[in-house]
């Protein structure tokens, strides 16, 4: 498996894709965008959990029941969440125009939308945005496309990977959007990965959620998850490995290690890119219970303020962290657990090691840190990815009307 | 039931207080109290979930067990937490050289420290402090006790209430110390009532862990729970009312009111005194399908920071609101839940009300905000109190070094 330099959705052979400037966002930017498969793909996609969810979800939820599916569509600029009825009809309005302009059924088409809560989508520059991102759809479309879902994020995410999937050459590529459920009325994290690699659609949803839960579910900017989160797999089987029909295929390892790793990838961007980040943060939880104690834990380490502000300080402040990690509610042993900051032990045993600042300054310094906690009570482990905590986080949050 | 103008734990008949400047903190600062009670007490405490718990905490529940106690002995400045066997028997040894200048046995003494995790209590000072505070005490110590318990506070916590028990006049006196947990490295929520009501041991238990479950347990700052939190009420039974020996007493529902007012006020007074906090914020959840997930909802929202740092802003962000009941796992009716803010409703049955900043600003620009979201499901409802996220958050928990 090799990383693509640079990598994209349509970097994968029968993927097409464009973006309009439809006017959604300010002028000037990309806020249409439209991804589509040549030919009929497998598809897999999870959603957000949070029940005022958005209109787009609630029909993509049907798509993805189909089974196949053969193109997304996506805007920019307005979420179309919790507009009620309307915003339902707009969203099919905006599946059915897609599936007209690329001829395909409309239950073929994904839709998804970020940006402010609460507003009705324009439905006319919309649509007149859907057709001018098909007018200028080809091989080359990747990178405007994953603008056209950008939203405050600060770097464009994108990854892509080839490798061997029984005996044939599979590419993936993948795009994401999202920096916390960031700025005013802002949300989302969007995701689609596209790929060659032939997959049945059922044994698709199972490594889609499982790599979701690995990558994803993994990443904590604010601890808020928006009402439009939506990651997507199309799988069109152009690569002609033999199909993989189940998780015992010998197959199955390689294709799933190369969705994780663009799964992966984009998260770990996701994480760097949260709102006013300074610094990187990997939380690592180790001798857990199980994997929901060991995530339970790291979750609640990562997201703590308390955490987020002593890394943004700079500060190894090991207190807070076991702390976290204490009322987390994960299973611990107080006497044996330990606390490993940045290759260095500052807790063992349920006690202080006493580690001098000067031996901590050099690394708390450094733009990635890394910490693990050994839970001390089994073995699971789970890693979590976030950001530290700053003022600029507060400002671009709170501040935005002075 | 009146509140008394400047009450304190003294402010009960039977209860003296005495604090000393042992030197455990800085200079020129109480940091060792004591309370006693002229005669044994019946005894109710809760106390900090956290698996890292302070020593004191693990002394303290075999002393709650007993059912009576006459004194608390407490600290601030070093919490003796994630402190091992030695940490233990320091508590220990506090609690035995309390009761031997009191004249009582060990086992009546309640230990409470909170200050820096991870450092071995200074014992001599402490010890020497305790001597000094006791020598002092008499029934108007109780502003010094509450000193003595100080870390970050901005403001002393204290309350009290005068009210007919069972024909007889009770008084209840209470303080605390908290604001988040909070500093480099220092934690805890401390709450000290005191009452001269009668109660069995077993029914008080209850009516703390009830009116903790209303009061305290419904404040979050940061969401950071500390290894040391500790609710205790001593009632010593002075005021001569019937003693109430089961929650079916007539006059359990007048002793639970004056509990709960007191608890309620303290609480109060951790959120507004909140790290860095510029306003108060209550969050009302009403309409759910019972009090866990009304809490449950009530909690998401009062924890996100995207909420907290758009009541910094002064921002009246309904779509971050709604959003957080969304993702809490509450049951709520998307299609019927609506939002007031400080009485202005801004989301109904689903869709946003369109009302404009101009109506908004002058509430969002008041010091306390108030805010009911209606899941729409059922009649269960709670109320959770917390405070806004502001630059000096970040600044108190993170800059310190600097």
Chains 1, 2 share one sequence.
Not at 9 to 35: C, H, L, Q, W
Not at 183 to 197: S, V
Request: charged share 20%; aromatic share 6%; proline share 3%.
């Amino acid at each position: 498996m090799i990383k693509l330099e640079n990598g994209w959705n349509t970097s994968v052979p029968g993927f097409e894709a464009g973006a309009a400037m439809a006017g959604v966002k300010k002028e000037g930017r990309y806020d249409v965008s439209v991804i589509f498969s040549t030919v009929p793909a497998a598809c897999g996609a999870v959603f957000t959990q949070n029940k005022f969810c958005a209109s787009p979800v609630l029909l993509d939820r049907e798509v993805n029941k189909g089974g196949y599916a053969q193109a997304i569509v996506a805007n920019s600029g307005c979420a179309n969440a919790c507009t009620g009825v309307k915003g339902y009809e707009d969203a099919k309005a905006m599946q059915a125009h897609t599936a007209e302009a690329l001829g395909i059924k409309p239950e073929e088409v994904f839709v998804c939308s970020t940006g402010v809560i609460g507003a009705f989508m324009p439905m006319d520059r919309i649509l007149k945005g859907i057709d001018d991102a098909v007018e200028v759809m080809d091989e080359n479309g990747g990178e405007i496309a994953a603008k056209g879902i950008q939203t405050t994020d600060t770097v464009i995410k994108h990854t892509a990977y080839e490798g061997i999937v029984g005996g044939k050459k599979v590419t993936f590529g993948g795009i994401a959007k999202g920096a916390g459920m960031i700025h005013p009325n802002m949300a989302t994290m969007l995701t689609f990965i596209t790929t060659d690699a032939a997959i049945a659609p059922d044994v698709l949803k199972r490594a889609v959620k499982k790599a979701a839960d690995l990558s994803f579910n993994m990443v904590v900017v604010d601890g808020d998850t928006s009402t439009n989160d939506t990651m997507i797999v199309l799988a069109n089987g152009l690569a002609e490995n033999e199909i993989i029909l189940s998780e015992d295929h010998p197959d199955y390892p390689a294709f799933f290690e190369m969705l994780l790793a663009c799964a992966s990838d984009l998260s770990r961007m996701i994480a760097k890119d949260g709102e006013g980040a300074t610094k990187f943060l990997e939380v690592n939880v180790i001798g857990a219970k199980d994997f929901a104690d060991a995530k339970k834990a790291a979750m609640a380490i990562a997201k703590s303020p308390l955490v987020k502000t002593a890394i943004f300080g700079e500060d190894a402040n090991w207190g807070r962290i076991t702390c976290a990690a204490g009322y987390s509610g994960a299973d611990l042993d107080p006497e044996k657990a330990s606390l490993v900051v940045g290759g260095v032990c500052l807790f063992e045993n349920g006690l202080n090691k006493n580690v001098s600042d000067e031996v901590m300054e050099p690394i708390m310094a450094q733009k990635e840190i890394s910490l693990t906690m050994d839970l001390a009570v089994g073995e699971a482990k789970a890693t979590v990815w976030t950001c530290d905590f700053s003022y600029d986080y507060v400002k671009i949050n709170g501040d935005y009307r002075t």
